[in-house]
Structure formats: structure tokens, C-alpha cells
């Protein structure tokens, strides 16, 4: 079996996978904090899923999915400051020991190849957008995660679409994270919340300025983020996964008015069909861990050798 | 011999090219008007091209890119509004005429495939930035145009990067063809000239206050397309090219300028080195005929029946 992590800031979600690319196992767990306790979850995650197995399926491979930077070539993930990670090199510890080859990617680009398997249209183009505390996307096509030369494809959230916007931590303004992304959503409404995204929305329904100036930032954020991945990339679609996603229809139809609008405007923009092309990522999806599992399969089975030594 | 053309508003730029990727001859002619005149232009340039030529050698493919939507799979040019023509399909009115197979392509589409063949980089991922009476961008990876599903891969033109920049004829508010778009630009300078954009920028240096501000949109509005595609895309290089690049260094300080402040402004857009990723085609390239030439040549040894038959 292929085993699939999407190793979150505060779960962990790891399948099991068989060669025919069908998930056979599923556990969840809370994600333990900083390098060792990263490795420890990854680590008990997979004795669960072994556990679980049918038979004595050996374990062939080990994806995992983490937030953070992943240096092309390198299995080295860099700056995950949600997991309290600074550098980790998770191939070097967990090979030795599970006697595996261990892929690792960055999460959002591992939603992105696990939506597109999941979806079953092989020669489909797709951005996965991810809007949760920050904003990225990840791009497929022809089958095959596009990174780019740099691993700088589909960063859209670090685009301004707005000189006047907000500030964004990343010192420009009006960045589409800054619109867009939880946190920043979080530090402008200012009240505190356990689910600030979700309190904000309400508070708009219920008529309060402030919310309804952020959510109108939010659903322009998104809605720019799907018009530059369509006219950049030319995706046939863009899925929306992460936990602001959880909004469900609220968000999508918030994002769908706003497309809708531009597309009023313009025969240029109506032509696009943006309306048709944005789709939610189902709740509860196990995306980014299969995706993973796919990332992981595909190294070992491209350099059995390599994925041993290097990750 | 192959031969390209790159059909243009005002002139026809005509290259010949042998079967090592050499330009051997080239031409240039005012462009007729109408589907007739551009036609009757072609077959000069060709001719013009193959009394030109050394020995005998015959003329095995022909490539034209021009203004436009090219629809993928088609040969069918349509909405080239400044050369008058609604819809013209060359191949078919040539291709009996000449006795080989012609390929029709956009030309900021044949201009990114020249442009990247005259760099002779070959794992570059580049895009062609062209700044004319519009703004659009064609873009290379693995050494192919990357035209998209939808052929809008590359349409960045109508993006918006301010939701209160000036109106754009497609009917959105601060796209960047509205700030940096030649037709634009004319159009808000309004005081009548035959170039308009080299008068504004005259002005600008000159201190006039209305052309300080369309000059800050011009470069405001290449370094957001810069950053665009290199965010998403992740191109090595932004080739710009096109008619306001007749401006040199003054467009490549102004835009660098851009790029510089947000590079300043963030550690995030610092660690793109995005003005080292910017360059000018050199003034006279024969970069989008050059193309066109590549195009035909393809397209005819990859199908040298059906390029005779669909062009």
C-alpha cells in the first residue's frame, strides 16, 4: 500500500492507498508541535494506518504533505511556521526507520495533485486554490504537478489587485492574501474568535460595516485569484479547498456574484464562463493526503533508487 | 527555405529561415487592408523572399502570425479589427496558390516562440510581454507555446490590479491593458499626435501632471503583469516587446523602478529578483516572423499531410 499525510497546524489526515489509486484506510490526528513532534505524528499516523490494513500489504511508499517551503530537488521543508518548524528534513529521520521511500511536498500543491485525481478528468487543467491562513494555489496540468522553475507557480496570494488595499504582511498592499487569507481576515476584525472568518460573516448578514467590508474583500480577493489563474494558466478550473471553504455556499456564491459582476461588464470577461469553471472541494475531502500518497507512489516508481537516498 | 511573417497593423515583417534556424533573408512591406490586402501582402512578401534567396532552394512551409484569436485546432484567423479583418482563412486562399502548408498563429504567440528560439536557452520557461495598441503576454515552457485548453493562457491584458484605475474598453475597471496599453494611453492623453506615448512620457519628464500620472499607470502596470506572470506561471524571464518598447531604457528604468519599490517594500518580492527577469527585445527583432517561421516549420514536419489539408 502507499500511505498519504497532509501533516495541518493543528490534524493530521493520513491514508492508505492501493496501487489501483483507491483509498483504503483513513486516520486523523491531532499533529504534534515543532520537528520532533511532526515526525512523531507522521510516524504513529502510519502504524495506525498499517494496523488498520487488510492482510499484510507491506507499506511501498510514504507521502507527505506539510505547509512550508519544499527547495525543488530536495525533500527539505523550510520555514513551516504553523508546525513550529524551521527545517526539517522528514525523509532522513523517517527512511531509516520505516524502511521506505518518503516524498515530501508542500500541502497546498499536494490538494492540488490529490483534487485533480480525484476529479477523474485526466487531460483537465486545474488550479486548487487553498484559502485557509494564508492563500496559494497549485497548478496540474498534463497530469503532472507544474512547480516551476523556481516552485514559485500558482503563489498567487502575494499578487496586489488593489494599490489602495489593506496591508499585507508581506509589506505590499492589497495583496489577494491580504483580502483573502484567514489571518489577515482575522487581524483586521479584530474581535477575537475562535472562528473569526465564520463570525465575520454573520456579523455581515446582520448588517455590521466592518464585515461587510471584509467580506466583500474576501469574495474580490478569491474572485481575482480565479480570473488570474484563468487568464494566466488558462485552468479549465479552479477548485477551492481549506478552511475557509468550510463557509460552503456562502462562499460560493459570494465568489460566484462577484465574477458574475465582471462578467456584466465585460463580453471579454462573460466569454471566460468564470462562473462555470469554480468548483468547492467537498467537506471533509481527503485530498491533500492522497494527493501525497499519488506524490510519493510516483517518486518511488520513477527513482526507486533515488527516493531512498534523497527523499 | 521557411518562411515567417509577422502581419502587423501598419507593416509586414517577412523572414526567411533554413533547416538549421539561421534567418537567411527578410523583408518588409506595408500591410494591405482587408482580407484581400493582407492576403495579396503575404504572397509579395513570400515572393519578394524567394527572388531573394541563394540557389534553388524551395519553400517548404509558411508561417504567419498576426493579430487576433487564432482558434486552437484552426487555421481560422478572427477579430484582427486593426489589419480589417473579421474572419480570413489564409491557409485555405494559399495553400493552393504557394503548394505548401501555411500555419496561422497570434502573433504575441509567434513572437514568444521567436523571441525564446533567439535566446537560445532552451529549458527556459519565458514569457513574450507585448505592449502595443494592447497588452498580452505569450508564454514558452519546455521549449513549446503554452497556449492553454482555451488558447487565453497568457491574456493578461484584462486583468484588474485596481478596482479604481481608469475604465478599459472591455468594460472592467484598472486592467492592465487600461494602464499600460497603447490605445489607452492614447486615448487619455488626448491631445491629438502620431505617437502619443513617446509625447506623454516627453511631458511627463517635462513635469505636466496629468502625463506624470499616465507614465506612474504605464510602468505601475507592466511590473503588475512582471509580477503576475512570474507568481504564477513562474517564468525564468519577461521578455517585453511590442511598439512602447520603441521607448528603451525609458520604459526598462521606470518598470525596474516598480519592481525595485515592492522589492523594497517586501522580503517576499526581494526573493523573486524580479528586475533581473525583465528584458527588452532588442529594437528591430525580427522576433515574431521568426516565430511564425518556427511554427510553420513545426507544424509541417509533425503533420505534413494535414497541415496541407487544416493549415
Same mark, same amino acid.
Given at each position: ?37 511532526? !515526525? ?12 488498520? +490494513? ?25 520555514? /513551516? ?14 527512511? &531509516?526507520? =520505516? ?11 499536494? /490538494?492540488?495533485?490529490?483534487? *485533480?485525481?480525484? +476529479?477523474? @478528468? ?18 496540474? @496540468?498534463?497530469? #503532472? ?33 491580504? =483580502? ?6 482575522? +487581524? ?7 472562528? &473569526? ?14 464585515? #461587510?467590508?471584509?467580506?466583500?474583500? =474576501?469574495?474580490?480577493?478569491?474572485? %481575482? ?6 487568464? !494566466? ?11 475557509? !471553504? /468550510? ?9 460566484? %456574484? ?14 471566460? *464562463? ?6 468547492? =472541494?467537498?467537506?471533509?475531502? /481527503? %485530498? %491533500? ?9 510516483? +517518486?518511488?516508481?520513477?527513482? &526507486?533508487?533515488?527516493?531512498?537516498? *534523497?527523499?
Amino acid at each position: 500500500m502507499r500511505v498519504g499525510l497532509d501533516v495541518g497546524g493543528t490534524k493530521t489526515d493520513a491514508v492508505a492507498v492501493d496501487e489501483s489509486g483507491t483509498i483504503t484506510g483513513r486516520v486523523r490526528l491531532a499533529t504534534g508541535w515543532g520537528p520532533d513532534g511532526v !515526525t512523531a505524528t507522521v510516524v504513529e499516523a502510519i502504524g495506525a494506518l498499517a494496523r488498520e +490494513r487488510p492482510g499484510d500489504d507491506p507499506i511501498r511508499s510514504v507521502g507527505v504533505g506539510m505547509p512550508g517551503q519544499v527547495v525543488p530537488g530536495s525533500a527539505h521543508v523550510t520555514h /513551516a511556521v504553523n508546525l513550529g518548524v524551521a527545517e526539517l528534513d522528514l525523509p532522513g529521520r523517517l527512511q &531509516p526507520r =520505516l524502511g521506505v521511500a518518503v516524498a515530501v511536498e508542500n500541502d497546498v500543491k499536494a /490538494a492540488a495533485v490529490g483534487a *485533480h485525481a480525484l +476529479r477523474r @478528468r485526466q487531460g483537465e487543467t486545474l488550479a486548487y486554490l487553498n484559502l485557509g491562513t494564508g492563500v496559494a494555489a497549485g497548478i496540474v @496540468r498534463d497530469g #503532472r504537478l507544474w512547480r516551476g522553475p523556481r516552485g514559485t507557480a500558482g503563489e498567487v496570494g502575494h499578487i496586489s489587485v488593489d494599490p489602495d488595499g489593506p496591508p499585507c504582511q508581506c509589506g505590499q498592499r492589497g495583496c489577494i492574501e491580504a =483580502l483573502a487569507g484567514g489571518a489577515s481576515i482575522a +487581524r483586521r476584525w479584530e474581535r477575537p474568535s475562535s472562528l &473569526p472568518v465564520r463570525d465575520m460573516m454573520d456579523a455581515a448578514d446582520a448588517g455590521d460595516h466592518t464585515a #461587510r467590508r471584509l467580506r466583500g474583500d =474576501l469574495m474580490a480577493g478569491v474572485a %481575482a485569484a480565479v480570473r488570474i489563474l484563468v487568464l !494566466t494558466v488558462d485552468v479549465d478550473v479552479v477548485v477551492l479547498g481549506g478552511g475557509i !471553504t /468550510a463557509l460552503g455556499d456562502r462562499l460560493r456564491n459570494g465568489v460566484v %456574484a462577484e465574477l458574475d459582476a465582471s462578467a456584466e461588464a465585460s463580453a471579454f470577461m462573460r466569454s471566460l *464562463h468564470l462562473r462555470e469553471r469554480v468548483e468547492l =472541494l467537498p467537506a471533509g475531502s /481527503a %485530498a %491533500a493526503a492522497f494527493g501525497a500518497a499519488l506524490i510519493g507512489a510516483a +517518486r518511488d516508481r520513477e527513482h &526507486p533508487q533515488e527516493s531512498m537516498i *534523497h527523499g
